[in-house]
């Protein structure tokens, strides 16, 4: 499945970016300086500037330019876009650092649109966070005694299991306000996660970059 990636202004770390041909690179604002560093062109400039000032913009890459005043955050915007284009595989970037309230709403856009059904993670330097709506997850190898912690997304998720963790759940009910999944570990076994009914968080850390 061809992959948008969404790059964001927040710290931007390189691990596991490596978009193939047929992927399409969305900068979010700001997210043009770390795809400059790279040397990597986007195929779409999206958001409202504030973050470039008077960065010199490229201009062989289409820009959609959207008032300081909006509805929506510049990531929000630019995962509408790449829905909107068909993409159902996302990737953030530079969406995990920085201020409180932005990764929080980055949480909540990652929550949505797992519930339209599309995958989706957020890749910070010491942690990748997935989103995951009526189904499973197989969390990538990690060593034993990494944490990995999940999250309710929304008021209640029905049916939670976790196998191959430090601390298992069958069918388990998680809330909003009881941070029962957070600091569980990997074992040496492989990690799922899944939800019958609901949305999870899900955060797997990583030594930092």
Same mark, same amino acid.
């Given at each position: 499945?061809?992959?948008?990636?969404?790059?964001?202004?927040?710290?931007?770390?390189a691990r596991d970016f490596h978009p193939a041909p047929d992927n399409y690179i969305i900068a979010a604002d700001g997210g043009l300086r770390a795809l400059d560093a790279l040397g990597v062109k986007p195929h779409l400039l999206i958001g409202d500037l504030d973050s470039l000032g008077a960065y010199d913009l490229p201009k062989d890459v289409p820009l959609e330019k959207h008032p300081v005043e909006k509805d929506d955050t510049d990531t929000g915007i630019a995962l509408a876009q790449g829905y909107a284009l068909g993409y159902r595989d996302f990737a953030l970037y530079g969406c995990g650092g920085g201020r409180a309230d932005h990764l929080l709403a980055?949480?909540? =856009?990652?929550?949505?649109?797992?519930?339209?059904?599309?995958?989706?993670?957020?890749?910070?330097?010491?942690?990748?966070?997935?989103a995951l709506t009526n189904g499973s997850l197989t969390l990538p190898h990690r060593p034993k005694?990494?944490?990995? =912690?999940?999250?309710?997304?929304? =008021?209640?998720?029905?049916?939670?299991?976790?196998?191959?963790?430090?601390?298992?759940l069958d069918g388990?009910?998680?809330t909003c306000d009881h941070p029962l999944g957070v600091s569980n570990e990997h074992t040496d076994e492989t990690a799922v996660v899944a939800?019958?009914?609901?949305?999870?968080?899900i955060m797997q850390h990583h030594e930092a970059e």
């Amino acid at each position: 499945m061809p992959t948008c990636y969404i790059i964001g202004a927040g710290e931007f770390t390189a691990r596991d970016f490596h978009p193939a041909p047929d992927n399409y690179i969305i900068a979010a604002d700001g997210g043009l300086r770390a795809l400059d560093a790279l040397g990597v062109k986007p195929h779409l400039l999206i958001g409202d500037l504030d973050s470039l000032g008077a960065y010199d913009l490229p201009k062989d890459v289409p820009l959609e330019k959207h008032p300081v005043e909006k509805d929506d955050t510049d990531t929000g915007i630019a995962l509408a876009q790449g829905y909107a284009l068909g993409y159902r595989d996302f990737a953030l970037y530079g969406c995990g650092g920085g201020r409180a309230d932005h990764l929080l709403a980055n949480f909540q =856009s990652m929550g949505r649109y797992s519930k339209m059904g599309v995958t989706i993670r957020l890749v910070a330097s010491d942690y990748t966070a997935y989103a995951l709506t009526n189904g499973s997850l197989t969390l990538p190898h990690r060593p034993k005694g990494t944490t990995v =912690s999940v999250f309710c997304h929304g =008021s209640k998720a029905e049916g939670v299991t976790l196998k191959g963790l430090k601390y298992p759940l069958d069918g388990y009910t998680l809330t909003c306000d009881h941070p029962l999944g957070v600091s569980n570990e990997h074992t040496d076994e492989t990690a799922v996660v899944a939800v019958a009914n609901g949305t999870l968080l899900i955060m797997q850390h990583h030594e930092a970059e």
